[in-house]
């Protein structure tokens, strides 16, 4: 007779179901999601939110329940609530394929954000500044690069926001800067960029007469060259270390009456035009 071997069957376990998200951080307002895997196909699932993402809006983050697809699978998304900076835990609970209950926690941090009304800006000028993801009823204190002369605070709500903030942009020379917003625990920076600015005590003149000329946001530690209608000026002037150009007296060179153009020049050819009007 033959003998007959009989091996043991060895049982295939379920694969195990997983979640993921596109991002495990965010800003306020943005579009995250979440995803799922090796489920039990056209069962529910459940997703919980943090309870006080529900408190924030029960209609948006109270728990829903889904159906996975025909694979197993499903793909939401929600939008991040405004809430204070921290990290909160979602649970998701579902049935594995073979119908295993199965649950797990994925943690999503809330990130601060900082915006400005305009990101080309003149020295002097005001812009409005805004933040989210900052901590609970925290002073913020908002500023330029690491420039401490001039600051402006302002404190959070419980939502870890602040709105249209007045400030002032401060000397500094042309170029990209970081705005920056500060509570302590939680930082942001934004990138704004600074155009160069100048002006004159008069537009109007007479041949001979004397105005003064002064700028912004030039280039730093730069000699600056003055021209009238393209002819180069005998007066000449120098940026301190913010790229502000003092007080400096030219002369109105002898010109016909009428527009001419005065342009202000630094070392690195950034420049601004000016129209003045000889009488």
């Known amino acids: 007779l033959l003998a007959v071997m009989v091996l043991p069957l060895t049982a295939i376990p379920a694969a195990a179901a997983y979640v993921g998200l596109d991002s495990s951080s965010g800003y306020v307002g943005e579009d995250i999601e979440i995803w799922g895997e090796e489920f039990e196909p056209d069962t529910e699932y459940r997703i919980y939110f943090p309870s006080d993402w529900e408190d924030f809006d029960d209609d948006e983050y109270e728990d829903i329940v889904y159906d996975t697809d025909s694979y197993g699978e499903f793909w939401e998304s929600f939008e991040v609530p405004e809430l204070p900076a921290g990290t909160y835990e979602i649970t998701i609970e579902g049935t594995t394929e073979g119908g295993g209950s199965w649950d797990d926690e994925i943690s999503f941090t809330i990130l601060p954000e900082v915006t400005v009304s305009s990101t080309k800006v003149k020295v002097g000028e005001t812009i409005e500044v805004s933040g ?66 100048v002006e004159v005590s008069d537009t109007d003149a007479a041949i001979g007469d004397t105005i003064t000329v002064s700028g912004t946001g030039f280039e730093a530690s730069s000699d600056i060259t003055f021209y009238f209608d393209d002819e180069e000026l005998e007066e000449t002037a120098r940026t301190n270390s913010y790229g502000t150009i003092p007080d400096t007296k030219i002369v109105i060179p002898p010109v016909l009456s009428g527009d001419h153009t005065l342009e202000v020049i630094d070392a690195d050819n950034n420049s601004v035009e000016l129209t003045i009007t000889t009488i």
């Open 132 to 197: 989210t993801g900052f901590g609970y009823r925290e002073e913020v204190t908002i500023f330029l690069d690491d420039n401490d002369n001039y600051e402006v605070t302002e404190d959070t709500d419980s939502s870890g926001t602040f709105e249209d903030v007045s400030f002032t942009v401060p000397e500094a020379p042309i170029g990209s800067h970081d705005l920056i917003a500060d509570d302590g625990d939680n930082e942001d920076e934004i990138s704004i960029t600074i155009e160069p600015k």
